[in-house]
């Protein structure tokens, strides 16, 4: 018995870190995703600081991504970290909040629009805390995010 939940503990694990492992965020003030693996290939997105992507595959330096609209591209590797979590605004004009529920005020970030990427700080409950590029903060309701 012991053997059998040890095996499905540690399977558990390794799905878990293989799907973080393959969160990526972009680290730079803005990147170029491309069609393949190389910059001869054509431009397909320019993209900033903290955008989120699911990595695919790699092939030498190159990572082939998916990102929030199931689109893939190719990005260099040294682009992009695992080592945060990052996040995207999957709908226009919504709020980011001074605190973590609809009763606190808006910041001045708000409205986020399609495709403004954060980094996230913390989780608490349903609304995510972020970050911009420019290191300001606020709290978005968890379900307008898609979140690597």
Known sequence: MKGI???????????ALNSYAHALCVNVSDAN???????????????????????????????????????????????VTSKFKCAVVKKNNINIRTGPGRNFNTTLLSPAVTYDSFKIIKARGSWVNVVDEFGNNGWIFKQLLWIQ
């Open 5 to 15: 939940l040890f095996f499905y503990i540690a399977m558990y694990i390794t799905l």
């Open 33 to 79: 995703l491309r069609s393949g693996p190389g910059t001869q290939y054509e431009k397909t997105w320019e993209v900033f600081k903290y955008m989120p992507f699911k990595k695919i595959t790699q092939k030498g330096a190159w990572y082939k991504v998916k990102d929030v609209d199931g689109d893939e591209h190719w990005i260099y590797k040294k682009l």
